[in-house]
């Protein structure tokens, strides 16, 4: 074990900085316990405008969930190329992570934009109110990702992700399929069961 | 470094596709579950598992927590289930 590698293990052999980011996973969870619990509260509360029945898209947002979904799976491919010191498909699959990650915020903003043409804002009422702080907090992490991937596509790029750095990548991979995992939760509770009626 | 905190081995690319492939499926019943109208009396049940299989399957496998170190795991499921007490308190005190 190099000494870069040893100033970040402790008397537990684990790695500081990936329990350092799993506590700070589990702060998330609480972040978007309250969210999702703030929204399930209000729902159906709202007294005038648009409701989640009248405007949700149920294809559309099945597809950009497809699209997150298989963003995690390409993370995970970039994992394992840059471990095994593969800087092709590091960089092909850290690059079509970013992409991915883009292209669902590209469906979050047309989403976005149609609620706003069809008149449901922030401040309209309680759904507009909790739905776009639920999912426009979502679509912050994922921007926040998309930004981190591309820095290690750049890294990778320039041949500075080697194998010695791949714990750098398991952190980035840890937070975007956390992203996934509460999309996954966002778009049951949110999408499904409402569309649904279930209430 | 004892056992526990050995290297721990992750699941290969098949594991990963195999995994892929589960949950595109998953989320294409999901959808299709809605316009069966013989699922309404189950439908809300049956669209939280198939979500719950789903989120186990990625914080599993993609997450590696099934084969890293317990610590990750109660680092992640402590405050998993405070969010879920929370969400029950809320949604029992506020519905």
Not at chain 1, 1 to 22: C, E, P, V
Not at chain 1, 27 to 52: A, D, K, Q, W
């Amino acid at each position: 074990m190099s000494n870069t590698a040893a100033a970040h293990y402790t008397s537990t052999g684990l790695d500081t900085r990936k329990i350092a980011f799993w506590t700070f996973i589990g702060s998330e969870c609480l972040l978007f316990g309250t969210l999702i619990s703030t929204y399930l509260v209000y729902e159906g509360r709202s007294v005038v405008g648009p409701t989640t029945q009248e405007i949700l898209n149920l294809p559309l947002t099945t597809i950009s969930t497809f699209v997150l979904l298989m963003s995690s799976l390409a993370m995970v491919l970039a994992l394992a190329a840059v471990t095994s010191g593969d800087r092709k498909y590091s960089i092909v699959w850290l690059a079509t992570t970013a992409l991915l990650g883009l292209v669902f915020l590209g469906f979050q903003v047309v989403e976005f934009t149609e609620f706003v043409h069809e008149g449901l804002t922030i401040s309209t009422n309680l759904f507009g109110s909790t739905f776009f702080t639920l999912t426009g907090c979502h679509g912050l992490h994922v921007a926040v990702g998309v930004i981190w991937l591309t820095t290690l596509t750049i890294l990778a790029f320039r041949d500075k992700l080697g194998p010695e750095k791949a714990m750098n990548v398991e952190i980035c991979g840890l937070y975007w399929h956390f992203v996934d995992v509460v999309w996954i939760v966002i778009f049951t509770v949110v999408y499904l069961l409402q569309r649904g009626g279930i209430r | 470094m004892n056992e526990e905190n050995a290297e721990h081995v992750h699941p290969d690319n098949k594991t990963y596709l195999f995994i892929a492939a589960i949950l595109t499926a998953v989320t294409g019943i999901e959808f299709g579950c809605l316009y069966i109208p013989a699922l309404a009396p189950i439908v809300a049940p049956l669209l939280l598992s198939l979500s719950a299989g789903k989120f186990v399957l990625v914080v599993g496998y993609y997450m590696h927590l099934k084969p890293d170190p317990s610590l990750f795991r109660w680092v992640f499921l402590v405050p998993l289930g405070l969010a879920a007490i929370v969400m029950l308190m809320l949604l029992g005190l506020m519905r």
